[in-house]
């Protein structure tokens, strides 16, 4: 089964970046030293942290659910992150496609 992890995290400007990735450890890695693998956000706003990511066995559904967060508020990512739950979301996706990792 292949893995997709959706994630958030912290910039030090406090803006939060949302991506896929298939492995987390690398992905952090590559916005942490601003790799040239690393997302053009993250070359212009310093990593701080991982907040949260979620995970989910399809391509498909990481992108569906990367595409959701993208569009929320700030203020919603950040309800995403401290709730640890994806319920703000429940209207427009199935959130038990997705599983909270860390």
Same mark, same amino acid.
Request: aromatic share 10%; proline share 0%; charged share 30%.
């Given at each position: #089964?292949?893995?997709?992890?959706?994630?958030?995290?912290?910039?030090?400007?406090? *803006?939060?970046?949302?991506? @896929?990735?298939?492995? @987390?450890?690398?992905? #952090? #890695?590559?916005?942490?030293?601003? *790799?040239?693998?690393?997302?053009?956000?993250?070359?212009?706003?310093? +990593?701080?942290?991982? $907040?949260?990511? +979620? #995970?989910?066995?399809?391509?498909?559904?990481?992108?569906?659910?990367?595409?959701? @967060?993208?569009? =929320?508020?700030?203020?919603?990512? $950040?309800?995403?992150?401290?709730?640890?739950? =994806?319920? @703000?979301?429940?209207?427009?996706?199935?959130?038990?496609?997705?599983?909270?990792?860390?």
């Amino acid at each position: #089964m292949n893995k997709y992890y959706i994630y958030i995290i912290r910039c030090s400007d406090n *803006s939060l970046y949302t991506g @896929i990735t298939t492995d @987390i450890d690398r992905r #952090m #890695m590559e916005h942490k030293t601003k *790799s040239k693998l690393g997302a053009k956000y993250t070359k212009n706003h310093d +990593f701080l942290r991982l $907040e949260i990511y +979620f #995970m989910t066995s399809s391509r498909s559904l990481a992108s569906k659910l990367e595409y959701h @967060i993208k569009r =929320l508020s700030k203020v919603d990512k $950040e309800k995403i992150i401290t709730s640890e739950s =994806l319920n @703000i979301l429940s209207d427009k996706l199935d959130i038990n496609n997705y599983v909270k990792v860390g």
